[in-house]
């Protein structure tokens, strides 16, 4: 069974600061790995997603992460944060056996002005 | 398109009563995914659909849940009857097919409170 571990449950920042969410994932096949975001009252949407290739991905709003295969492992960074980051983060997987995506318990990220 | 659309967006009810929520997916898509948000147990999958077929149902909590989707464009999640411990932020999402690394996209989610 897949499952996904969020371990920093609550994230305060000061503006500008630099972010490093953390995620580990559980499943001995291939994955594909998504980091969501989900700003106050609103819907998920996804910020960038990992399914092969370069380790290193891009997504909007200048946000990155990191694919480690050794560590099982997808950390979502940010160079700088801004007020407007303030929201909760999820990381979740797919496989090819199970389409389904299987979210962590999230990240809360405040970032203070 | 207009993404995702979930109604109504909140729905307070009396314990007891039965409650239907409503989505329809995006256009084309052949996955659907009903997932249920609560603050003690984050983002659970309760159900999907695969053309309009259920695949995996082992997240709906008990007998007082059951989800249709009588064609590509709709689909409902009924809690009958509704109990207080039900309140959450239902969502539901759709997704192609095509590729596994396709994301899922979310609706805005119906806020259920039953009283």
């Known amino acids: 069974a897949q499952s996904v571990s969020q371990h920093n449950h609550h994230v305060i920042l000061s503006e500008a600061a630099s972010l490093e969410l953390g995620c580990n994932y559980s499943y001995g096949g291939t994955v594909n790995l998504f980091w969501y975001v989900q700003y106050p009252g609103q819907h998920l949407q996804l910020l960038l997603k990992y399914f092969s290739g370069d380790p290193l991905v891009k997504g909007i709003k200048g946000f990155e992460a990191e694919f480690i295969k050794s560590k099982f492992s997808f950390n979502l960074r940010k160079p700088s944060v801004q007020w407007s980051d303030t929201a909760e983060y999820f990381c979740a997987v797919n496989s090819q056996g199970r389409r389904a995506l299987t979210f962590g318990s999230g990240t809360r990220l405040q970032v203070q002005p | 398109d207009a993404g995702v659309i979930q109604s109504p967006r909140h729905e307070v009810t009396e314990m007891g009563q039965e409650v239907t929520l409503r989505c329809k997916p995006i256009?084309?898509?052949?996955?659907l995914f009903w997932y249920r948000q609560t603050m003690m147990r984050g983002l659970e999958l309760l159900i999907y659909?695969?053309?309009?077929?259920?695949?995996?149902d082992s997240g709906m909590p008990e007998d007082r849940f059951s989800a249709k989707m009588p064609n590509a464009s709709f689909s409902t999640l009924k809690i009958q009857p509704s109990e207080p411990r039900d309140s959450a932020v239902y969502f539901c999402?759709?997704?192609?097919?095509?590729?596994?690394?396709?994301?899922?996209?979310f609706g805005q989610g119906t806020r259920l409170t039953v009283v």
């Open positions: 256009s084309g898509h052949d996955y």
């Open positions: 659909f695969n053309n309009n077929v259920p695949i995996d």
């Open positions: 999402a759709s997704s192609t097919g095509t590729r596994m690394n396709t994301e899922a996209f």
